[in-house]
RNA sequence: GGCGGCAUGGCCAAGUGGUAAGGCAGGGGACUGCAAAUCCCUUACCCCCAGUUCGAAUCUGGGUGCCGCCUCCA
């Protein structure tokens, strides 16, 4: 089996190959920090996260490179606006951004670089790209001249011939100073008040898709693995960063390119200047909503698909998580009844089982088909449950212990491989504050009410113990089983 | 207008040639003094038309609808 997946370059699912057997140099495209991150984000870097996750159980060694966009016109606007500097914006952002993403377990990269922090990569990648006579100076600022590649557009399929100039209705004064309508900033000139590095064209700071080019270079080499970032970043961003470094080195920047679906609200691209945003901290906090599922939401879908955001959503994926929540916790729960030495300790990967681990493995394969493989997370999980819905209620399991603490442990691999993990409560034996023996007594007490047949005061007992977290439940037997919930 | 993608039950979503995974929601039943939990059963011919084929949700052509990009954007 393989691992296939779907090259935007290509429009076609590929068996992915590295360029180094083993290894993996995946660079994906961060955000440029000037507000809270919102769900689109969080779908974002939750699908690369999970596609980080799974390379590294099928094997391979991770390189996994994210960036900082830390210059750029908004978070210049937006330092003006708090009365800030661009520094403070940045920092503030970027401290939000490791804050959100850590709550939705989304693994840090192994590198953060900034394009404040690259000024000399870029300027260097600039100066060759003129070397070259592929860019070219005016007013300080510094173009890509788009004509010089005669393969520009591949990514996106577009072909400038095809591309309408001035569609947008925009004309600013860049229009002028461009050879072409198409050619892009690599370099800008700085304007009064605005931060700047000196540069051999003059004060300026960087255009927005050199930073990328020159931080994949300095971080990964010339040629990367895999480049994923959202599917609105295909043209120009994109195709841009192709422009620019395959020009520079003469390689392909990137075998794969990845692109995740949009999360859409009502029908429509979830976007700051549609104003239909929710950040992953008002969705966490305000809603309430548990970090994992926002995660089970996202994994619900094929990465590249469109998701739409909806309460419907968001309460089908909190059932949804309750259940493989109840699976994760099974041996946390019920390993300690069952026998089992120790729950914490590591599983050894190869026995796991196999069942499972094929059916994961082959839909993961599948492009990261992540919905697939969540079928077989839920096969385990509704097992387990009903397992321990039958020890709790009938005080044993149908199915042997030692195959249980396989499947659990499964379950346990492959939720992780998916980025989805649960903490174990603590065992708030005490916050009833009743002894095991209070309990059996209080229990039978109201046996007695009720072959008394007084309802009533059954029913106030077992209420009682419902508040203080004690469940029980009558077996058709007569005798009466409790259990802590909490 | 150009480029790309999508269209599967009430909702979400797998399945890419052999008579439709899974999740959520719903219905029926068992059990119970009631309840909770549990257990069992149950809901689709896959947007439309034509074609290829012994056979298509799955391939081809056409149509319709929706989404994204073409301006900053995950």
Redesign the pocket.
């Known amino acids: 089996m393989s691992l296939t997946l779907y090259n935007t370059l290509t ?1 076609r699912k590929e068996a992915f190959q590295p360029l180094e057997p083993g290894t993996v140099k995946m660079y994906c ?4 920090v000037y507000d809270y991150c ?4 969080a ?2 870097y939750i699908a690369w996260d999970t596609v980080r996750r799974y390379l590294e159980w099928r094997g391979y060694q991770v390189q996994y490179v994210q960036n900082f ?1 830390d210059i ?1 016109d ?1 978070i210049l606007r937006r330092a003006r606006e708090e009365g800030s500097t661009m520094d403070a914006v940045s920092e503030k952002y970027i401290a939000a951004y490791f804050e959100d993403m850590d709550r939705l377990n989304i693994r840090r990269a192994d590198e953060y670089p900034r394009a404040t922090h690259t000024i000399d990569g870029i300027q260097r990648l600039i100066h060759e790209l003129e070397t070259k006579g592929i860019a070219y100076a005016t007013d300080g600022d510094v173009y890509y001249a788009v004509r010089s590649k005669t393969d520009y557009g591949k990514l ?4 400038l011939e ?3 100039a001035g ?2 209705g ?1 004309v600013d004064e860049e229009v002028v100073k461009k050879k072409d309508p198409f050619d ?1 900033a690599l370099w800008k000139a700085a304007k009064p008040g605005e931060p700047f590095w000196e540069s051999p064209w003059g004060q300026g700071r960087p255009g ?1 898709h050199i930073e990328c080019s020159a931080m994949v270079r300095d971080r990964l080499g010339d040629s990367i693995d895999i480049h994923v ?9 994109h195709e841009n960063e192709i422009a620019q470094s395959e020009a520079a080195t003469g390689k392909p920047l990137a075998n794969y390119w990845l692109h ?5 609200v009502g ?7 549609l104003g239909n945003f929710t950040t992953i901290r008002d969705l966490l906090d305000k809603g309430g909503v548990d970090p994992m599922v926002m995660r089970l939401f996202v994994l ?3 990465y ?5 955001f ?1 309460d ?2 968001i ?3 909190t ?2 998580w ?2 493989l929540k109840d699976g994760l916790l099974f041996g946390y729960e019920a390993g300690a009844t069952l026998g089992w030495q120790n729950v914490t300790t590591a599983w050894p990967q190869d026995k796991l089982d196999p069942q499972a681990i094929v059916a994961f493995q082959t ?1 993961m394969d ?1 492009d990261i ?1 992540t ?2 493989a ?2 077989v997370l ?2 385990l999980a ?1 097992k387990l ?2 397992e321990a ?2 020890l ?2 009938q005080g044993q399991t149908e199915t042997a212990s030692d195959q249980l603490e396989v499947q659990w442990h499964t379950l346990v691999a492959l939720a992780d491989v998916l980025g989805l993990e649960v903490q174990p409560m603590v065992k708030e034996a005490e916050v009833s504050g009743l002894s095991d023996d209070a309990i059996e007594d209080l229990i039978a007490q109201r046996s007695a009410a ?1 072959k008394a047949r007084d ?1 009533a005061e ?2 106030r007992i ?1 209420n009682d113990l419902q508040a203080q977290g004690i ?4 077996q ?1 037997g007569g005798g009466t089983r409790w259990h802590r919930t909490v």
């Open positions: 429009r495209c961060g955000v440029t919102h769900l689109g984000h779908r974002s966009t750029d908004k996106s399929g577009r072909k095809d591309l309408e569609a947008s925009r892009f927005w970032g959202g599917g609105d970043l295909i043209f120009p961003h995740n679906g949009m999360v859409n029908g429509e691209k979830m976007s700051k200047s619900g879908a094929q590249r698909k469109p998701i739409d909806t419907e959503a309460a089908a994926a059932n949804g309750k259940t839909s599948d088909n919905a697939g969540l079928a839920f096969d509704k449950q009903r819905n039958l709790i209620h009720k309802f059954a029913d077992r469940s029980l439940i009558d058709p």
